[in-house]
């Protein structure tokens, strides 16, 4: 077994439970994010995550190795991308990088590790809330296991969403309802989020509350959908798709 400090290097690279290319992806990488290579059989990677100690196989060529040090240098005071896709210059050529990507607060240039990037395009000044950010995935397609604006899950969204906020999110919603605090039906407000069970009692979907009678989450795609007391109505044809389990606010 090895271990090894790397960073994803390709704006996306698929997560996958298995190390085969048919198997499921669990989650994804963005540009930038720390990792520790656990065990290699190429193509293969076995990693986990720094973020959130997700654990899968990557291919191996969608990572640059760093030491320790440079790990540690990288990780202190990161940022994260709030604008949908920027362009950077690498060393490999241009490439465009999305929101969530783990980026420099240095706005110009900055290095992973021995590698020099530059952005080629303008930072925006803009704040926004998580609805806001929230509204800006409606109709972007449900990817299971999926963290970007081409295809993403209903924890995936609620995870980026609130990393660009610095509040680093667990990656599952079964581990996302612990935290914050409980909210009534009748208090609820704006970037509240609403939590829904399977059958069996587990916590399986989650979506943000928008504070007027709404709720933005992933299903199907990304929609915005009724909520009531008893969960989530569909829009179009009325019916209840997810029943109610708790509010919490972060």
């Known amino acids: ?3 090894e400090y ?3 290097k390709i704006s996306i690279s ?5 190390p085969k290319d048919q198997s499921e992806i669990i989650t994804q990488l963005l540009f930038g994010e720390i990792i520790s290579v656990v065990e290699l059989n190429e193509p293969w990677a ?15 060529k969608h ?13 202190n005071g990161l940022h994260f991308q709030k604008e949908r896709e920027r362009l950077i210059s690498s060393p490999w050529g241009n490439q465009r990088i999305c929101r969530g990507s783990f980026i420099s607060s240095n706005s110009g ?9 530059s952005f080629l395009d303008a930072a925006t000044t803009n704040t926004y809330t998580a609805i806001e950010l929230a509204r800006d995935y409606i109709n972007t397609p449900y990817l299971w296991g999926g963290k970007s604006p081409f295809g993403i899950d209903c924890s995936g969204l609620i995870q980026v969403i609130y990393r660009i ?3 680093n999110f667990p990656r599952d919603a079964s581990e996302q309802v612990d935290l914050g605090i409980d909210v009534n039906f009748e208090d609820i407000s704006a970037d509240d989020l609403a939590f829904f069970s399977n059958k069996a ?41 997810h029943r109610l389990t708790c509010i919490r606010r972060v």
């Open 14 to 18: 698929p997560v996958r439970a298995e």
């Open 46 to 60: 076995k990693i986990t995550t720094h973020s959130d100690r997700y654990e899968g196989y990557i291919d191996f």
């Open 1 to 3: 077994m090895i271990h």
């Open 63 to 75: 990572y640059k190795k760093l030491s320790e040090k440079e790990a540690k240098q990288w990780q």
């Open 165 to 167: 906020l610095d509040v």
């Open 201 to 241: 009692g587990k916590v399986t979907h989650v979506g943000i509350l928008d504070g007027t009678g709404g709720i933005i989450h992933a299903a199907g795609h990304v929609r915005l959908d009724e909520f009531t007391k008893d969960g989530i109505v569909h829009s179009d044809s009325g019916v209840l798709t």
């Open 109 to 117: 240039s900055f290095r992973i590790g021995q590698d020099e990037f």
């Open 6 to 8: 790397a960073y994803c």
